[in-house]
C-alpha cells in the first residue's frame, strides 16, 4: 500500500467518478485505475463497484475510506511538523537564568514567546552565571542570562540589558527619607552584601564602588540570592545595593534610593554555545534579542553586539 494509491482512492470514493477524480489529480484516467486497482490487490478487498453508469463504495471501501483520510492527515501534519522543527518554528529550548532576571524580565520574555514561536517549550533553569556557564558547557542548557562575559571556548554572548544598582533600605531607616544617597552616607553602616562566591558578580561590583570611594560599611551578612539580601533589609539589619528590579519583591516594604555620586549599572547578557545544532536556538534568539532591545527601556545587546568568546 502507497501513500499516492490512498491518494487515488480518496479522490475517486470523493467524486465517484474517475474522470472526474483524475482531473483534480492532474492524471489520465487508465494511471488512476490502476492505481485503485493495485490497492485492491494489495488488501485483497474490493473497494469500489464499477459500472458503466457509476461508482460506488462497497461497504469495505466505506470504512477504509475514514481510515485512509485519518492517514493522510497525519501523514501531512507529520510531514509540516518535521519542516516546522527544521526551521525552528517547534521543538524545545532549555533556558537558564539568575534569580533577579526572574522577578520581571524572564516571565515577560516567556510572554513573548508564547505569542511569536507558540510551538517552542520552553525548560527553565534557574541557576547563578557561574552554574549556568558549567551547563552551557556540558550541553544542559540552550541558552543563558548570565550576568558576565568570561572566557569559555565557542561562545557567544550578547549584551541584553543594562540596569541602575539602587540602595536598598527599610521604610523607617532615617536614609530613606531622602531622594538620593551619597555613598559617603554607606561609610560605617551596617550592610547586607552579596557572597563573593554565590553572588560573585554583585559583590564585585559593591565592592568596587566603596574600594574607589574609600567607604567601609559594617558587613552584617554576606548572601547569595537578592531576595535573601532584601529579607535582611526589610528586618532592619541592614543596608543594601541591589539591582532595581528587585524593586518587584516585597513592594511597598522597602525602600530604594540611586545613589548620588555614582551611577554603577548591572549589566545582563545572553550566552550560547556557537556549535549548538538546537534549530530552536536562533529563531529564540533573534526574538528575545528584539523584545529585550526595548524592554523596560533598558540599553540593549543589539546596539552593544556581540562577543565572541
Known amino acids: ?31 488512476l485505475s490502476r492505481q485503485i486497482q493495485l490497492l485492491e490487490r ?48 517547534a521543538g524545545r529550548l532549555a533556558l537558564g537564568f539568575t534569580a533577579v532576571s526572574g522577578y ?52 557567544q554572548y550578547r549584551c541584553v540589558s543594562r540596569e541602575p544598582l539602587l540602595v536598598a533600605m527599610a521604610l523607617g531607616h532615617p536614609l530613606a527619607a531622602r531622594t538620593q544617597i551619597a555613598i559617603s552616607d554607606l561609610d560605617q553602616q551596617p550592610f547586607v552584601m552579596y557572597s563573593p562566591e554565590a553572588g560573585r558578580y554583585f559583590y564585585d561590583c559593591i565592592a568596587g564602588l566603596f574600594a574607589v570611594a574609600g567607604v567601609t560599611p559594617r558587613y552584617a551578612y554576606y548572601l547569595g540570592q537578592t531576595h535573601s539580601v532584601l529579607s535582611m533589609v526589610r528586618a532592619g539589619l541592614g543596608l543594601a545595593i541591589v539591582p532595581s528590579a528587585a524593586r518587584e519583591l516585597y513592594p511597598g516594604q522597602l525602600a530604594f534610593r540611586p545613589l548620588a555620586d555614582a551611577q554603577p549599572q548591572a549589566e545582563l547578557y545572553m550566552a550560547w554555545r556557537q556549535n549548538n545544532d538546537n534549530p530552536v536556538l536562533a529563531p529564540f534568539v533573534a526574538m528575545a534579542e528584539a523584545f529585550l532591545a526595548d524592554y523596560g527601556g533598558h540599553e540593549s545587546g543589539g546596539r552593544t553586539g556581540a562577543i565572541h568568546v
Not at 15 to 25: D, N, P
Not at 64 to 80: I, M, P
Open 1 to 31: 500500500m502507497e501513500l499516492q494509491q490512498l491518494r487515488c482512492f480518496v479522490m475517486v470514493a470523493e467524486e465517484l467518478h474517475f474522470g472526474r477524480a483524475a482531473r483534480r489529480l492532474f492524471m489520465t484516467q487508465p494511471p
Open 42 to 89: 494489495s488488501l485483497g478487498v474490493t473497494l469500489l463497484e464499477r459500472s458503466n453508469r457509476q461508482v460506488s463504495l462497497t461497504v469495505a471501501g466505506q470504512h477504509f475510506l475514514r481510515d485512509a483520510r485519518h492517514v493522510l492527515s497525519y501523514t501531512e501534519q507529520a510531514g509540516n511538523s518535521a519542516r516546522r522543527l527544521a526551521r525552528g518554528e
Open 104 to 155: 520581571a524580565m524572564v516571565p515577560a520574555l516567556l510572554g513573548q514567546a508564547a505569542r511569536q514561536l507558540p510551538d517552542v517549550q520552553v525548560d527553565m533553569h534557574e541557576l547563578v552565571s557561574g552554574e549556568q556557564m558549567e551547563a552551557l558547557a556540558a550541553s544542559m542548557i540552550d541558552l543563558g542570562l548570565v550576568r558576565r562575559a568570561v572566557g569559555g571556548v565557542g561562545l
